[in-house]
């Protein structure tokens, strides 16, 4: 799996952005941007009323798995998976090599719309990775190797002047 880009205050303020224009367009209830490897990157909406960290971890992993039945059956593109509720649903699209696009929306929303509206945001977002992934290559991240247990490595002040 590729590496995460380096991303700044800048690049998640337009990924928040993209996802606060996605809410309206959709009437979700929850969208969240989502490496693949199951780590949530960044989410707009209702944050109270769903465990995300959880939810991000759980959708990444059903894409993976759909993407593994995508290949047993000789399909080379299942790039979404959709979970219909009785109260909520939730859609799952890949975004790009690194990430996935996550909407948790009510069951009265169509799920035409979502599936519409996501399509279209997705470019946005891909869009800005590839603007942080060109603004230093060789910074990404590969979330999943982290030791979690031990993140003094991960957040240091940066001493470099710019």
Not at 20 to 44: H, P, S, W, Y
Not at 146 to 160: E, G, I
Request: with cysteine; net charge negative.
């Amino acid at each position: 799996m590729s590496t995460l880009p380096q991303l700044v205050e800048e690049d998640i303020q337009r990924l928040d952005a993209a996802l606060r224009e996605l809410l309206v367009q959709t009437e979700a209830t929850t969208a969240l941007i989502v490496d693949k490897g199951g780590f949530l990157i960044t989410n707009q909406g209702d944050a109270q009323q769903f465990d995300l960290t959880t939810i991000a971890a759980l959708g990444s992993g059903a894409f993976m798995a759909n993407q593994t039945i995508a290949n047993l059956v000789h399909e080379t593109n299942f790039n979404s998976v959709y979970q219909q509720g009785e109260n909520f649903s939730m859609f799952v699209i890949c975004v790009d090599e690194q990430c996935l696009l996550v909407v948790i929306f009510k069951a009265q929303v169509s799920v035409g719309v979502v599936k519409y509206f996501a399509a279209r945001c997705v470019p946005q977002i891909a869009q800005q990775m590839q603007i942080a992934q060109e603004r230093d290559p060789g910074a990404g991240l590969d979330l999943s190797e982290l030791n979690l247990a031990n993140t003094s490595d991960l957040f240091k002040k940066n001493t470099q002047a710019p």
